[in-house]
């Protein structure tokens, strides 16, 4: 496998390999990001992440699921820094037990080369005008190695993403892809430069629901094989359950509960978490009929005060209204912002 | 493709031939007339109306024309007295040093602003291009000439004023006409960069580690440029009717300031063969635009090819 030599006789193109460091590859910590309003005065902003945190441990993937809106994107690309301009940030993400949020971050060393970004529209994803191979290969070429090499990897990473015939296929344009295979070659773009941790934000949203389950198994076997780590961004609870080990459930930029992720889809510990699992008809139980969520989701922008769930909840009361509730650990690894988690949750 | 847009050019070339011809003729003022003088005898300007075939029914006369069109031979300029296309060949490699240079200079200083600004809109550099380019698009050409001349030529002697000889007495024509070119292009690229720069594209090429000028550089402008390209090839048209004011204001000898002579004068002949060579090189210029918008944009390459 040339992907895993290439990994070995580059462990880190960046020279910064890491310090040995206890604790996960990825802490999230009181994540903030502040967005200008987008019609506001200046200085007017919004906060549309909320102190969120969670782990990321090497190796593990991690959903991050939530309603439209609930900062689920912002989150990952904070990460990666590519927010929008104007954005700021507060909190910590620990990387390699480094805060990436310090000023003096050289992010040109970690993008591509130790946490990558596949995006939810591979065709708008993908420069139109340059081909796969280029595309897929720039990363290393940038990198100074030479031009057989860099093709050696290209045509392997591509067959390592399920794209056929790859030496003949690395000529074509994005346009003369698939959808499916776009997002393949998306993958294959992502993983050129030997990250540990891969950004996934809604990789298979924009695809055919016949393509969607290939495409995450894919991502699941590379995740595996690799010793990825992965966030996989979604809306979608039987993504969440079919892929992930670890869940972080959003809510109105703030995180409402996180766990493994079998347990809290079996057994939430939040009740937003258990009426968003009711959403879902196979998630759950057998049964076709599925509740929907009542009421419409809070935005970052007008968010409720106390619990932002709070005009939504069945268990609300005037506690929630006034009081921000913080993330307990209400079972060993259940971590769950509800005053009245007990009350949902049965350990 | 090719063969279909060269087709059509055939077709615009008649076209053009034909409305030439019509405006020629329905222009006030007897050229014979004109050219003998207030002192000429009837008989004379009957004679040189044979002469110059003014005398036969239109339809045959324009037959006749479209078969010298076809010939390139637009027969004698009465005033110059030898074949009006010599005159224009004649003429031709001033006009085409000056277009050239002119677009050269245009496309430089058009997509470098163009370039800068777009890459960081709503930026100083972007606020003081913007309103630099509408100044230079709206102050007319033969005012910028003139104030060229005034600055270069006349008050900081660094310049010729006017005429040909040396590379220095092409700079101030040139760049007069560039201006209002070097606007477009400038304008234009910033736009399409700018719309560029917030491709998601943009995004995953950042997310591989580039710095902001490679995704500049090596993203962007690639995709920016298709649209640069179809207007360069478009408005090199209109550049040669720009040159046409540019060569009166300095006195280059090219086609501009034979053209105006000959209109002042209803030599016919060279009008002829000046405009159409003139259409006929905006014809082969939007064909090679077209040829090169469909090199640089895959997905219609793609198209074409089917
Ligand atoms: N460029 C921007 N400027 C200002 N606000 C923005 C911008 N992009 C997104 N937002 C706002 O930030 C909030 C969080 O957006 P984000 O894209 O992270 O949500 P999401 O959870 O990814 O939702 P979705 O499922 O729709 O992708 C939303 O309320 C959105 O309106
Ligand atoms: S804190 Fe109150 S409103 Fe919020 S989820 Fe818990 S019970 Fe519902
Ligand atoms: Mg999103």
Redesign the pocket.
Known sequence: MMGGRVTAQHPDKSGTADPPHDGPLLRVEGLVVD????DGAAGDT?R??DGVSFDVPAGTTVGLI??????????A?SVIGLL?DHATTGGELVWRGKNLLRPDTDWRRVRGHQISMIF?DPLAALNPSITIGRQVGEILRRAGRPRAEVRHAVIDLLDRAGVPDPERRMNSYPHEFSGGLRQRAMIALALAGSPSLLLA??PTTALDVTVQARILRLLRSIQREQGLAMLL?T?DLRVVAHVADEVVV?YA?RVAERGPAGAVLRRPAHPYTRALAASVPAVRTKTALADPLPGSPA???NRPSGCAFHPRCPLARDRCKAEVPQAREVAPGRWSACHFAEEVFTP | MVVRRLLIGVFVMWGAASVIFVIVRAAPGDPAAVFLGPDATKEQIARLTATLGLDKPLFEQYVRYLGDVLRLDFGESYRLGRPAMEAVFERLPATVDLTLTATAIAVVAGLALGLVAGSRPGGAVDRVVSAATIALQSFPTFWVGIMLVLTFALGLRLLPSAGVGTPAHLVLPAVTLAFPFTAIVARLTRSSVTESMREPYVQTARSKGLSERQVLLGHALRNSLIPVVTIVGLQMGALMGGAVIVENVFAWPGLGSLVVDAVANRDYAVVQAVTLLIAGIVMVLNIVADVLYIRLDPRIRTEARS
């Open positions: 967005l200008p309003r987008p919004v549309v992440v939530g309603e439209s809106g609930s900062g689920k994107t912002m989150t690309l929008p939810q934000d809604e961004v809306h959003m930029g935005t970052p922008a």
